[in-house]
């Protein structure tokens, strides 16, 4: 990340070269809701496609499923998200607003020496009341606040056409429900023996108290998520856990291109470790507002399954193909969400440098590999032999046409939404047959011939990605 990066830097360009939208701005706006525009979705598939080919595709023991946000509620009830899925929220007294008791005084602690040890975490609902009433600590109003109860981040609605015949039902909370109540249907249906895991990208629902961080915390946003299914006797969670944490540290420094000194482990504490969770780790990124979760890793026992049994009277055991032994099977969930991913890789490759705003972004992660600029938009044949160019480029790389303005401008565009490629055609093109490309990170620019331009780019993007890792 350059030093320069700020999170209004971020938003301001996100915005100006339609990365990210507010959600319906016509309307004035919903708060801490964003929509994904033109290059915003580009990015978010690329991120989206490399996780689903570096953990499902690429490996013998994972495969992928697809199920409903809405699920059958008593599934919320099983997992323990209707009873235990909540954050102590605190009311100011006057405006009513309400907060999340933790991050209240996580803020009030910072710069006082003597709580600087204290780990806010560790504190249960009652301690950060008595915490908050010995402190007198306000609301950011300035008012005083309520004690602090707990409230479920679960989404209700309701399914059904008639008044009065509706059923509650949740949006689901996260994705990973929806992986083990398939759990006996995947093991029905497919020839996978244990260990083994499955994966899910979708949207999950949650109704968070803090918000106002751009992207990193809304109420709607893309999960991807995989159980990892094992025999808690024959492998040692501890070691599947080290192999999980590696492929998580390699994914988000070598495929997705992020510096390692912007990314670091944490361990939870007793206290602040999920109702199922027996062990569970954070894989932090240095956002442009400090150090915060970018993804979960947690040891959850076979804490779901047993509950799925019970809940639906369904035997989920696995049985063992050699031994015919008949088992729960243990899990370790790796947990990112895509949107906190793209903000991570935004800020990650923001720099400013030479007078120009230059997104550093991995080459494969890039919305477009190239730009194609015929020189003059009012000169047939030089726009006829960009086209070409267009045309015998876009069959292998993502590729951008643009035919306004100045040269100049067209570079600077296309360094702010991290194109590593601008190709000019020119006058000199319609008699030797080559154009100019410029390198978005060097600014170096040179003679190639078209015939050669998908191996050039093929060789340069590749060498550019081994670079990167
Ligand atoms: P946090 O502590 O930040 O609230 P969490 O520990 O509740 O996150 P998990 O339940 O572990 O999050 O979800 C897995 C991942 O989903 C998180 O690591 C994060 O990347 C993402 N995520 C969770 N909540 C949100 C949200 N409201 N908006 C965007 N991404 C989220």
Same mark, same amino acid.
């Given at each position: 990340m350059s030093t320069s990066v700020t999170m209004d830097k971020i938003v301001s360009l996100t915005k100006r070269r339609g990365f990210i939208y507010p959600t319906s701005e016509i309307y004035g706006g919903l708060a801490n809701a964003y929509d994904y525009g033109p290059l915003g979705i580009e990015l978010l598939r690329n991120i989206r496609n490399l996780w689903w080919k570096r953990?499902?595709?690429?490996?013998?023991?994972m495969m992928g499923i697809d199920s409903q946000i809405? *699920? +059958? /509620? $008593?599934t919320w009830e099983a997992s323990g998200h209707v009873g235990s899925f909540s954050d102590a929220v605190v009311e100011?007294?006057?405006?009513h607003k309400r907060y999340r008791a933790d991050h209240l005084i996580e803020s009030w602690i910072v710069g006082k020496k003597e709580f600087?040890? @204290?780990?806010? =975490?560790? @504190?249960d609902v009652e301690a950060m009341g008595d915490f908050i009433t010995e402190h007198k600590i306000k609301s950011p109003e300035g008012n005083n606040v309520t004690a602090p109860k707990k409230f479920n981040l679960l989404m209700e609605t309701h399914l059904g056409t008639l008044e009065g015949q509706k059923d509650m039902v949740y949006? $689901? &909370?996260?994705?990973a429900q929806g992986i083990f109540s398939n759990f006996k249907n995947i093991l029905d249906t497919t020839r996978i023996k244990i260990p083994f895991g499955v994966g899910q990208i979708g949207k999950s629902f949650r109704n968070e108290i803090? *918000?106002?961080?751009y992207i990193f915390r809304t109420f709607e946003f893309e999960q991807a998520e995989i159980e990892y299914f094992f025999h808690p006797k024959q492998q040692k969670w501890e070691d599947l856990m080290k192999s999980w944490k590696d492929a998580m540290w390699s994914f988000v420094t070598?495929?997705? &291109?992020?510096? =390692?000194?912007n990314v670091r482990w944490r361990k939870h504490t007793d206290t602040e470790?999920? +109702?199922?969770?027996?062990d569970t780790y954070d894989l932090d990124y240095k956002f442009p507002f400090g150090w915060k979760e970018l993804w979960g890793i947690a040891y959850r026992t076979d804490y779901d399954l047993k509950q799925h049994m019970e809940f639906s &009277?369904?035997?989920l055991r696995y049985t063992d /193909? +050699?031994?015919q032994e008949k088992y729960i099977p243990h899990v370790i969930e790796p947990a990112i969400g895509l949107n906190r991913a793209l903000f991570m890789v935004l800020s990650d490759s923001y720099v400013e440098e030479d007078n120009r705003v230059v997104l550093k972004l991995a080459p494969q992660l890039a919305p477009y590999s190239a730009a194609i600029f /015929? *020189?003059?938009?009012?000169?047939t044949e030089i726009i006829a032999k960009a086209e070409a160019v267009f045309d015998l480029l876009k069959e292998r790389f993502p590729v951008y046409w643009d035919d306004r303005g100045n040269i100049g401008k067209r570079y600077r565009y296309q360094d702010e939404i991290g194109t590593p490629y601008c190709i000019t055609v020119d006058y000199d093109s319609l008699t030797d047959h080559t154009v100019t490309i410029r390198n978005r990170d060097t600014m170096e620019q040179e003679r190639v011939q078209i015939d050669s331009l998908q191996t050039y780019l093929q060789d340069h993007l590749f060498s550019q990605r081994l670079m990167s890792s």
């Open positions: 953990f499902i595709q690429d490996r013998r023991d809405i *699920l +059958h /509620p $008593r100011d007294v006057k405006s600087e040890s @204290m780990v806010v =975490e560790n @504190m949006l $689901r &909370g996260e994705t803090t *918000l106002g961080q070598k495929d997705l &291109g992020v510096s =390692e000194e470790r999920s +109702h199922y969770s027996k &009277g369904q035997d /193909p +050699h031994t /015929p *020189l003059v938009a009012n000169k």
